[in-house]
């Protein structure tokens, strides 16, 4: 089964520039090997460091999804990514899920179990139907810097961060994760005394997080919101990388919240009970 992922000693409030990219050639050679390869099938192929992006849109539109992973790129690279991902990633941007499912079983022999998209990370590749909107590229973008920084991240954190960014915005020189759809989820878990403690959210093995009963990805992700919201997201990611025994993040997050998980749960629960898209 191919390796998918479905969105400090010194607490960094914003980290250096990125240290570790490819080569210019290496992407240049990619990008010749692709046109060679797609030559007549409708597909612009571009760069956008250190990713190369192929489209199946008109050229113009394809170099507007870049344009919007330049951006995502500098903010995220801005305040936690000290690393860009080392090895060429390609990032496939299909129109529509019809062009998506038949590009993933044409490129890499892959049927997706998302509608959406997903990052291969034995591919080096996003694979993903752009048609619904740019918020599965911001997601998506998130799992090859989380490779490259923090390998050892839990799936929670993994995709509590890249879900967050599934409707980002830029405030005050920073990406800002608004309130989007796995609301409902979230909401209807705490109306329905549904909803696991954190710590078993925290501590769900990578299998027992995709597999969950509950809707763990809005769990994973309102939590990230609610550390944003309060200010506290990225030095709770510098403490918990600068850890390295932390395996859980549950020692980083009672340290940024002051408050020991039980106590924080009635506060979260709370909070998100309040939130409005």
């Known amino acids: 089964m191919k390796a998918r992922f479905l969105a400090a000693a010194c607490l960094i409030a914003s980290v250096s520039t990125a ?157 800002w994760g608004t309130t989007n759809w796995r609301l409902p989820g979230l909401q209807g878990m705490i109306r329905n005394k549904s909803i696991p403690s954190l710590k078993a959210l925290i501590s769900t093995t990578r299998e027992g997080f995709y597999d969950a009963s509950y809707d763990s990805y809005a769990y994973a992700r309102f939590l990230c919101q609610y550390l944003q919201d309060h200010g506290k997201l990225r030095d709770f990611y510098a403490t918990f990388v600068a850890d390295g025994k932390d395996t859980t993040g549950q020692r980083a997050l009672e340290a940024v919240l002051g408050q020991d998980l039980a106590s924080f749960q009635p506060v979260f629960n709370r909070w998100a009970a309040s939130l409005r898209r």
């Open 19 to 175: 240290t570790a990219s490819p080569r210019k050639e290496d992407l240049e050679a990619r990008v010749a090997a692709l046109e060679t390869k797609l030559e007549g099938q409708g597909y612009t192929v571009m760069i956008e460091g250190p990713f190369v992006v192929i489209g199946d849109e008109s050229p113009k539109r394809v170099r507007s999804r870049a344009s919007f992973m330049r951006w995502v790129r500098d903010l995220i690279e801005k305040d936690f990514f000290a690393k860009q991902p080392a090895k060429v990633i390609e990032v496939w941007l299909f129109r529509n899920e019809k062009t998506y499912r038949k590009g993933a079983k044409k490129f890499f022999d892959d049927e997706p179990t998302t509608p959406y998209g997903y990052y291969s990370s034995e591919d080096d590749a996003l694979v993903m139907n752009i048609g619904p909107g740019a918020g599965t590229l911001s997601h998506e973008l998130i799992h090859p810097y989380i490779e490259a920084n923090f390998p050892d991240s839990p799936a929670w954190f993994n995709e509590g961060l890249a879900s967050l960014y599934e409707q980002p915005r830029e405030k005050e020189g920073h990406m």
